[in-house]
């Protein structure tokens, strides 16, 4: 109790220079490649500091959650963000329309959708001769199936997206908790009398984190929403990654297997950025022998790969996109010809190797992507035998995202808010006053 007391300002902090160095921080011009180093070590802080924190388990809902005031009040406020960002969307959508001109991933996705919705599916995955004279598309399924229905009723697509972000940030909401209940004591720990911990100065102390959180909560709904600098609102596909992997957070704490499994599957099926942190979250379940856990979420993977991949498009086409990683270091040559400024406004470590140095910086990020989260499993469970340690899944995953991105070969800004997300998600469970069994 006494080492999260001391750890929980450093957390903090930690999340603090992460989000502003990856948002509003970036308007400071010339200063990007310095906030990237900034923003790796704290991804890397917050990493470490999760396996000294008490377990993180999933507040309890209750017998009748609906009836509580706290829930209602959380409901209310969701609808807010909602309606917030239902007005901003509107705005961008008029503002910027669906154009390859404005940038190519949201109409690939749209021929991707409409090939799968005229029964088009062995095409899926062809050139698209009126996207950049034959652009070949290299979406996953779980990236583009989301879109179908909305293809299919005629709205506009951007509207998965959103439904994405909502979902994050909704969950945010429900999983904050602002300040202490007043009626109970801060400290559960027995051995502290009650009376001492109800203090107004502990209870300052202790209500001050959540007030911070929920400032630099703000912050981010703000510039990914009304900014739109990197442009998550108008032009890209990331907010359904970035539900998938906020998914994925609230599946491993809540303990179910099978949800996990179907969570990391819409991860890895999406976007590759989870590619070395499965190994390692494996590894992990076997030195625990938690081996029904590891066949469940085996099974449910091999379920969802073949469901969301082989069904939709076919063998031939997985085989042809297992290949696809090999071809970003001519993609990154390319970015660098013809928008060198996207290595200067990301806090990504791209720009430190330059245009000549995009196949080593490649070999990093598949060296490091493989091999650090396993690594670092590994050191903290054998740690963990001498000292408390916990979190380890949820630390190597933070720790996973952080290096995939931080050294990604063309470091789109929009890619980013994935891990910002996830973080956001851990903190608002990292710092509860009191807490409570349940919500």
């Known amino acids: 109790m006494e080492l999260e007391k001391k750890l929980t300002p450093s957390i903090l902090i930690a999340f603090a220079v992460e989000t502003l160095t990856a948002t509003w921080f970036l308007k400071i011009p010339g200063w990007a490649p310095l906030f990237s180093i900034l923003y790796l070590a704290s991804g890397i802080a917050i990493a470490g500091m999760l396996l000294y924190f008490p377990a993180i388990r999933l507040p309890s809902p209750g017998r009748h959650p609906w009836r509580s ?18 007005s901003w969307c509107l705005y961008w959508f008029d503002e910027i329309p669906i154009d390859v001109s404005n940038a190519d991933m949201l109409p690939i996705i749209k021929v991707m959708g409409e090939r799968f919705i005229a029964g088009q599916r062995s095409h899926i995955y062809d050139p698209i001769p009126t ?15 989301p879109y ?29 908790r602002p300040s202490a209940d007043p009626s109970q004591p801060l400290c559960a720990n027995p051995s502290i009398d009650p ?36 442009g998550v609102v108008s032009v890209s596909e990331e907010g359904v990654v970035i539900g998938y992997y906020v998914l994925l957070v609230l599946a491993l704490l809540s303990g179910k297997p099978w949800l996990t499994g179907i969570a990391i599957s819409l991860c ?25 856990h590891l066949s469940i979420i085996t099974f449910t993977g091999i379920l969802c790969f073949t469901l969301l991949f082989l069904v939709p498009v076919g063998w031939p086409t997985f085989l042809r996109l297992i290949h696809l ?17 996207v290595f200067t406004t990301a ?3 791209a720009w430190f190797f330059g245009r000549k140095g995009v196949a080593i910086l490649h070999g990093l990020l598949i060296t490091f992507s493989f091999t650090l989260p396993a690594l670092f499993t590994v050191l903290a469970y054998r740690r963990a035998k001498s000292r408390p340690l916990s979190n380890i899944p949820l630390a190597s995953l933070k720790l996973s995202l952080v290096i995939f991105y931080s050294f990604i070969d063309v470091p789109y800004l929009y890619l980013f808010y994935t891990s910002s997300l996830v973080s956001l998600i851990v903190m608002a469970l990292v710092i509860r006053p009191n807490r409570p069994h349940h919500t």
């Open 148 to 176: 179908v229905p909305a293809l299919a009723s005629g709205i506009d697509m951007r509207w998965i997206a959103i439904a994405g972000l909502l979902f994050a940030f909704g969950t945010f909401v429900f999983l904050y």
């Open 195 to 230: 009376s001492e911990s109800a203090l107004p100065s502990a209870r300052s102390a202790q209500t001050r984190g959540p007030f911070f959180l929920g400032v630099l909560a703000f912050l981010l709904f703000w510039w990914v929403v009304a900014d739109n600098t990197a």
């Open 69 to 86: 005031p706290i829930n209602q009040r959380r409901l209310v406020i969701t609808g807010l963000v909602a309606l917030a960002l239902y």
């Open 131 to 145: 996207i950049w004279h034959g652009a070949l598309p290299i979406y996953l399924p779980a990236m583009w199936l």
């Open 347 to 349: 806090p990504g470590l």
């Open 268 to 292: 890895m099926l999406s976007r590759y950025a989870l590619v070395g942190w499965i190994p390692a979250y494996l590894l992990y379940l076997a030195l625990q022998r938690r081996w029904r």
């Open 325 to 341: 990683p090999a071809d970003y270091v001519a993609f990154a040559d390319r970015v660098w010809n013809d928008s060198p400024a």
